[in-house]
């Protein structure tokens, strides 16, 4: 049997994970919020967003407990991606929605100022 301190790591580990997992989903709707994609590239996305899911919960697994598949490593993920869920998700999104449209609203600023420099140089030389 593991000593204490190794199962209140792994425990943890498994509420760490849980938590994470929340929050990669709602960053990963946010995302998908803002750029809208069309069915096609929603399920790419989503298939991306569970291989990426997957391979964060079984490397946390391999770090928690040494990748043992137990009963309280899903009661773990299931009361850490509850507790996120409780208690922050509303918050992050909105964080995250107002930092992400910010961004990309200052992205599409720079982009339009490099075209219009751009476009202007081509006209100009369009002319000689």
């Given at each position: 049997?593991?000593a204490i301190s190794a ?83 509303r918050r992050i999104v ?35």
């Open positions: 049997m593991a199962q209140l790591f792994a425990i943890a580990i498994t509420l760490l994970s849980g938590f994470l997992l929340g929050l990669f989903f709602d960053l990963y709707r946010v995302l998908r919020a803002l750029w809208r994609p069309g069915p096609l590239w929603t399920r790419i996305g989503d298939l991306l967003f569970w291989l990426f899911a997957f391979c964060l919960l079984y490397s946390l697994l391999l770090l928690g407990n040494w990748g043992e598949m137990r009963l309280y490593v899903v009661l773990g993920w299931g009361l850490g991606l509850f507790l996120y869920i409780r208690f922050l998700s909105v964080i995250c929605f107002t930092l992400f449209s910010a961004a990309h609203r200052s992205f599409a600023q720079i982009w339009r100022g490099f075209y219009l420099f751009w476009a202007a140089i081509c006209r100009r030389l369009h002319r000689k």
